[in-house]
């Protein structure tokens, strides 16, 4: 089993900037990549941005070149994986999710944290 933990969600007014971060602990041998979702209200969850173990990164077109997502730190313990957004637009607030995809099928989700953006 994988745990994950969000922080870092809040208000924010546009055209500001945000830095979620996600710690994984439990089993991270065997997570492959961690990305971050975000979900709006009455809209499917939907990827924002991914990054494997080899650091391959993969962006949503509505974020390329304002979000940045990295991997903070990487040990035996603990995996932690940071969103930088930046140059945020009202339709950017949602729940943010930070997921887990591991060996075969398991997938891991956070508790998800919230982004409100004041225009």
């Known amino acids: 089993q994988v745990q994950l933990v969000e922080s870092g969600g809040g208000l924010v007014q546009a055209g500001g900037s945000l830095r979620l971060s996600c710690a994984a602990s439990?089993?991270?041998?065997?997570?492959?990549?961690m990305g971050w979702y975000r979900q709006a209200p009455g809209k499917q969850r939907d990827l924002v941005a991914q990054i494997t173990n080899d650091g391959t990164t993969n962006y949503a077109d509505s974020v390329k070149g304002r979000f940045t997502i990295f991997t903070v730190s990487r040990d035996s313990a603990k995996n932690t994986v940071d969103l930088q957004l930046n140059s945020l637009k009202p339709e950017d607030a949602a729940v943010y999710y930070c997921?887990?995809?591991?060996?075969?099928?398991?997938?891991?989700w956070g508790q998800g944290t919230q982004v409100t953006i004041s225009s």
């Open positions: 997921g887990a995809s591991g060996d075969g099928l398991e997938f891991y």
């Open positions: 439990g089993s991270i041998f065997s997570i492959r990549a």
